[in-house]
């Protein structure tokens, strides 16, 4: 069998393998504190085996979604709960509990948006800021096919956040006061031409704000408005997210081995400290080897 008809065998074996599975999301927390991420899924798609969690800094997770799951994850700050999960957080609070079990984030919060493909159909994702802002994060895919672009907000926005959008907390959860999440023009304001609601609820007649034009000017791959899809989407195919929170924060660890795949201050898997939270997580990182040295030895027998 030839070259070719070998590598395109192999590459009909991989695309079989990730399609059974939806993405993995591996959530990093790089913050000089404490988040508890949230999650929530979309109409129509079951929520992941996690809802809401406490996640240390310096600490990872990994996440398995299914084929066709949609929805979004986010991080919470300055949170206190009791043993029975009943509590609140200062920014990205969701209903007042440690699981978010269906609800979502209360604006402002920086956000993550997926809906993952299925077979060999393209994810859709961004990072959405149009709710506000409260905590850098940045997204970078691990590419079935190749290297996907990577997206998020990296900027510190709650440092230049306009007064008149600050929201301003206490030192709660490892959170100093201060600044602790940045408003959206919509929020703070309630007007159509901020909402892009009433007569300004079409692409043609809603335009960037000169607020939403400030978050766009410091991440310019972030959704800033409602119609900021041109260059705020991307599409890709891949099995892994890496989520990573406060990406650029002071006194972070290094990547000890770093690829294009891993952002600064970025662990690799196999170096940082990871919580496994549900069993089948840990069925679906078994089964990813396993299947790869079968396609090894596939491999093998075809090439020699």
Known sequence: MGFFHSFL????????FYSSYGSIFTITNNCPHPIWPGTLSGS??????????????????????????????????GCNFDESGIGKCQTGDCGGRLECDGNGATPPASLFEI????????????V????????PLIVVPRGVYGPCNATGCASDLNLGCPKELQ??????????????????????FGLDQYCCSGQFANPNTCHPSIYSSIFKHACPKAYSYAYD?????????????????????????KATNETISSPPGVEEPTNGEF??????STILQQALPFSLAIVLLIIINLLF
């Open 9 to 16: 065998l192999i590459t009909l074996l991989f695309s079989s």
């Open 44 to 77: 129509g798609t079951p929520p992941l085996p996690t809802t809401g969690f406490r996640l240390e800094s310096g600490q990872s997770v990994r996440i398995p979604s299914t084929p066709g799951w949609s929805g979004r994850i986010w991080g919470r700050t």
């Open 115 to 126: 809906t993952v493909g299925i077979g060999d159909d393209k994810d859709f994702y961004d």
């Open 128 to 135: 959405s800021i149009v709710d506000g802002y409260n905590l």
């Open 167 to 188: 929201v301003v907390g206490g030192e709660s959860g490892g959170v100093q006061g201060g600044v602790i999440a940045c408003k959206s023009a919509c929020e703070a």
């Open 229 to 253: 899809d041109g260059t705020s989407t991307f599409t890709c195919k891949a099995y892994d997210y890496t989520i990573v929170f406060c990406p650029d924060a002071d006194g972070s660890k």
């Open 275 to 280: 919580i496994h939270l549900v069993s089948s």
